[in-house]
Every structure is written in C-alpha cells, then in structure tokens.
C-alpha cells in the first residue's frame, strides 16, 4: 500500500502506468505539467482513499449551500455596497452586521477555490467508452483485458506479453501467453503410470473422470487390465455409479480397504484407477495417509474442477492440495464454460490444466489441454466487450 508520483509525456500515458502499478483500486490525488511532463500523484493505501474520499465529498457539497443561498435571494451587490460603507463611512458599526459580511465573504471564497478546483479536476479526466479506446494503442489492452473480467493480478503479471502491440494482437498475445502458464507438462504421465488418483469436491465428476480415463487408457494402451479401486466414506453413492461404470466397461472393481499398497501386481500391466468420493477434506486426509503409510507406492494426482466454478472456490481448493501439486482436470465442460475470472483463478494459484473433458460421452471424450487448444478457446469465448 502505497502513494508514488507517475510521470508520463501525456495524461493518457500517465494514467496507464498507475493502471499498471495499482490496478483498478487506485485513486488519483492530484494532477498538473511539469518542464512538458504531466505528473499524476495516486495511491493505493486505503487510508488515503478514504480520506481523499471524504474531501471530495465536501467539496460537492458546495453546491448545496451554494443554491440554498442563491434561493434566499442574497444580492452580493448589496453586500459589496453594505461593505464599501462599512469600512469607508464607518456608519453601521453593529456586530451582527460585520459578522454577516464576513460571513459571505467567507462562503464566496469557499465558492471560488472549489470551482476553481472542480475546474482542474475536469480538465485532467478522460472519459471514453468501449468505441472510444483506440485498436492501435497498446496501453489500452489492459482496460480491455479488465474488462472482459481477466484480474488486475494478472493482466499485470503477463504484461510483457502485450506490450508494444496493438489492441488485437495484444489480447491475443495475452491469451497465448496465459495458456502456456496454465497447460500442465504430466497428461503424458496418464500412460505410463501405475496408478491414478482422482479427486475433488462433491460433484465436480470424479468418478465419470475416472471411466473416461479408464477408456481413454484402454484405448490408447490396448490395455483391459485395469481395475477400479473405490476410496470412499460410508455417507456417500458413489460406489454404486463406479459399480455401474465397471460393469459398462468390463473393468474389476475393489475397495481400497483391500488393497495392499506394499504389493507389487504380479502383472506389471495392471492399472489401478482410485477414485476419491466423499468431500476434499477427506480425500486429502486418505491420500497424505497412503503417502506417509506406503512411501514407496508411486501415483499420479488428478484434481477435478467443474467447469463453471466460482473463482473464490477455486483459489480455496488450490490452496488446500498445493502439498499434493496434482494436475487439472477442468470437467463437464459441454454443460457451463470457464470464463476470464476462473482463469484468472487458476493461474494465480498455480494450478497446471492437464485435460478438459464433458460428461455426455465417455469414449474419445478426454481432450489433452495445450497452449494451442486453450488459446483457441479464450479467443472464441472472450469475444472483445
């Protein structure tokens, strides 16, 4: 939190740099040109807002007191006459009198400096509108970024990425640039791994991943030794939908009660698919419990994260199983989108997108996510504002 002095060629340039340092929060506290510079004076300290807050209020409150006065008829002629005779003729000596023209003449001075001020306020804003932000400005991708509801965090962030280029071309650039921050290096892991976990919060379509996954590798591996193990609480169905997806498939199932984590499968083509029911907070309880029981037993993460999902959440559910670092699995994609804010979300907290996925189709329906693929969605779905 911070007050600093910007100093640019134009307003235009200087607003733009307190943009970028400050993000949309900041206030402006004062303006004026400097040896051919404007130099901008904001802060993003709250204590400050709120006290230049308070001042601007007083300020706009001049007009009230100013039409209130002009309603009660008062004749400033009259009163520059009523002073003139006071101090020339010194023939009305009353209080009263004297403590009136003060009076006025204070409340006219006050009148002046807040137009006055008013005056150098309005000079120095810059009022436009999405038709008036110029395509071949770049500082102007920011706002346009904004928005479309992308965070001020990380407009910032990968700021390097649109600079220098126009407005198109800078989104574009931003997309691309965020993609390669999102896109996990592990969908790979998928096919040689011995064992998958698969987790998330109620809901977000664990076990539906987890048959698609099953196929996918089935499909890609020729592989149909693969067995289902279900890691769950006794207050939830979810057993009972993995039951029917092993049937489905021609997959075994198993609880993980019975399985024995020290054994290695006398088949080393064996695929063990966990799928985590229940709540996060008790998956990641089961998990860290098989990490620190069995640490020689080597697994691969999937977190599940519906498409759709509010932003706060996502950023909540990041932080619980960043110890865990898995990969993203962004599922039912084909019923709510991932907009600008859970991107945002996602990339502030580290997260790395390995797959998105639906849930209406089981076969061929597990998409590899990569920079390509996610920057194609961005510039489909985040059409300019």
């Known amino acids: 939190m911070s007050t600093q002095l910007f100093k640019a060629k134009d307003m235009k340039s200087a607003i733009n740099l307190v943009n970028e340092e400050f993000g949309e929060n900041a206030i402006i506290m004062s303006t004026k040109k400097n040896n051919g510079f404007v130099e901008v004076e904001a802060s993003n300290n709250n204590n400050v ?11 706009t409150a001049f007009s009230k007191v100013f039409f209130k006065n ?4 008062v004749d400033f002629d009259d009163i520059k006459k009523t002073d003139n005779i006071e101090f020339l003729n010194n023939q009305q000596n009353s209080k009263e009198t004297k403590n009136k023209i003060d009076n006025e003449k204070k409340l006219m001075s006050e009148i002046k400096s807040d137009i006055s001020s008013l005056r150098k306020e309005i000079n120095n804003m810059i009022i436009t509108d ?79 991943l987890s048959a698609k996954i099953a196929s996918f590798i089935s499909d890609k591996k020729q592989n149909s030794n693969i067995n289902f193990v279900d890691v769950t609480n006794s207050s939830t169905t979810n057993s009972d939908i993995l039951r029917s997806y092993s049937r489905v498939l021609g997959f075994s199932t198993q609880n993980y009660k019975n399985f024995n984590f020290n054994e290695l499968p006398n088949n080393e083509e064996k695929i063990n698919i966990f799928d985590f029911s229940g709540d996060l907070n008790f998956s990641i309880q089961k998990i860290k419990e098989i ?20 932003s706060e959440m996502i950023k909540g559910v990041c932080k619980k ?15 709510c989108w991932v907009g600008s804010e ?44």
């Open 321 to 335: 199983v960043e110890d865990l670092r898995p990969m993203i699995a962004v599922t039912k994609l084909d019923e």
């Open 342 to 385: 859970e991107f945002s979300s996602l990339f502030e907290s580290n997260a790395r997108i390995a797959m998105v996925t639906g849930t209406k189709v089981l076969i061929n329906s597990i998409i590899e996510a990569t920079e390509n693929s996610l920057t194609k969605y961005m510039k489909e779905n985040f059409q300019g504002v």
């Open 130 to 208: 999405d038709f008036g932000i110029s395509d071949e400005l770049s500082h102007f991708t920011p706002i346009k970024l904004k928005q479309e509801k992308f965070s001020s965090t990380t407009v910032r962030s990968l700021r390097h990425a649109y600079l220098g280029k126009s407005l198109e071309d800078g989104r574009i650039s931003f997309f691309r640039e965020l993609s390669k921050k999102l896109v996990s290096n592990d969908f790979s892991r998928l096919l040689k791994t011995k064992n998958i976990f698969i987790f998330g919060n109620s809901g977000s379509g664990k076990s539906t």
């Open 49 to 59: 807002i709120e006290s230049h807050k308070k001042k601007i209020q007083e300020k």
């Open 291 to 310: 990490k620190n029981s069995f640490p020689s037993f080597n697994f691969c993460s999937i977190l599940t994260v519906q498409s759709g999902s509010n």
């Open 70 to 73: 002009l309603n009660q008829n």
